[in-house]
């Protein structure tokens, strides 16, 4: 099965199981084995990987892609290699000099399970074999790998990506933030890569640029809405659930958006915010079901 077998009648939750499937084992084949030498790299690796992630982006730039007829082949690599950046900023995410976590994805977290060198190599190594992935991936044109390199850089990085968002959420950690810069921060820590899988999606489809830019709009509601119910869930959802320690940034008072819209304020925005999201969708002529279910589960999401 792949995922262009994969109709638009399936359900969302079939279509996630289903590509969830496809990117595991895209990702065992991309990633070197625990027994290849750096033998413990490998293995803080593939503890991070594969501890059952929701796989929410390589999701989305598959759907995006379909959205727009491209076949699957092309799409998963790239697929994979975003999933490699987001499992690398989870990783250094939780050290000690950022989160301090010792558990993500329901385990114990890279640095605690491996020790904080091996961690902080394993996140250099992913985000390394991300971009090498995307660079030899022979479904795609020169000019196409060239692109996705670019957007993927972008939004990893600084100073329009993630890299500079969570920089900017650090330095937040010592003083008041208001709604606005609150947004702007978790638009470069969280929504960018968000935003560079959809987009991604879109050009491996060879979408317009009138097109990439829907695609675009739709993607930045999105990144904000998943942030929104992210920070809902640190306050309503269990450890058990969620597979890492909820209620943090709440005890540490950080900036979020129940700590500056309260519960039903971060509610209310998300709903909104959702709505954006489903209006954006309408100025494409494509049949946009998958998307619009996407927008619908982060709205509802409860892990
Ligand atoms: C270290 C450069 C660097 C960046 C870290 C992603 C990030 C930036 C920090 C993670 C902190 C956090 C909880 C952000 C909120 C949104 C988010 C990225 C949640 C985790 O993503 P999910 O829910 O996780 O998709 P799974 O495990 O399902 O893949």
């Known amino acids: 099965m792949t995922t262009t077998d994969i109709s638009l009648e399936t359900s969302l939750r079939e279509f996630q199981v289903e590509t969830q499937e496809l990117i595991d084992a895209e990702l065992d084949r991309l990633i070197p084995s625990e027994l290849t030498p750096p033998a413990t790299v490998h293995s803080a690796i593939r503890w991070s990987v594969f501890a059952g992630g929701k796989r929410f982006r390589p999701m989305l730039l598959c759907a995006v892609g379909e959205c727009f007829g491209s076949p699957s082949a092309a799409l998963l690599p790239a697929a994979c290699a975003v999933e490699m950046i987001h499992a690398y900023s989870l990783i250094h995410d939780d050290l000690p000099s950022m989160d301090d976590d010792d558990l993500r994805r329901g385990r114990a977290t890279c640095h605690i399970r491996f020790g904080e060198a091996a961690a902080i190599l394993a996140g250099d190594a992913l985000q390394a074999l991300a971009f090498k992935?995307?660079?030899?991936?022979?479904?795609?044109?020169?000019?196409?790998?060239?692109?996705?390199?670019?957007?993927?850089?972008?939004?990893?990085?600084?100073?329009?990506?993630?890299?500079?968002?969570?920089?900017?959420?650090?330095?937040?950690?010592?003083?008041?933030?208001?709604?606005?810069?609150?947004?702007?921060?978790?638009r470069l820590k969280t929504g960018a890569l968000i935003g560079a899988a959809a987009r991604c999606g879109a050009i491996i489809a060879n979408a317009t640029n009138a097109q990439l830019s829907v695609v675009s709009d739709y993607a930045a509601h999105l990144g904000l809405l998943f942030q929104i119910t992210d920070d809902l869930l640190d306050v309503t959802a269990s450890a058990e659930a969620l597979g890492k320690t909820p209620g943090k940034d709440m005890r540490a008072a950080k900036a979020t958006y129940v700590n500056i819209h309260g519960l039903d304020g971060a509610r209310q925005l998300g709903e909104q915010v959702h709505a954006r999201a489903l209006a954006t969708l309408e100025q494409l002529d494509q049949r946009t079901e998958r998307l619009h279910a996407i927008a619908d589960y982060i709205l509802n999401r409860t892990t």
Do not use: Y
């Not at 993630?162 to 008041?176: I, K, N, T, W, Y």
């Open 133 to 186: 992935t995307v660079a030899e991936d022979e479904n795609l044109s020169t000019e196409q790998r060239t692109r996705l390199v670019r957007e993927i850089a972008i939004a990893s990085g600084t100073p329009s990506g993630m890299v500079a968002g969570q920089a900017l959420d650090l330095d937040a950690e010592s003083r008041a933030v208001g709604g606005d810069e609150l947004e702007q921060i978790h």
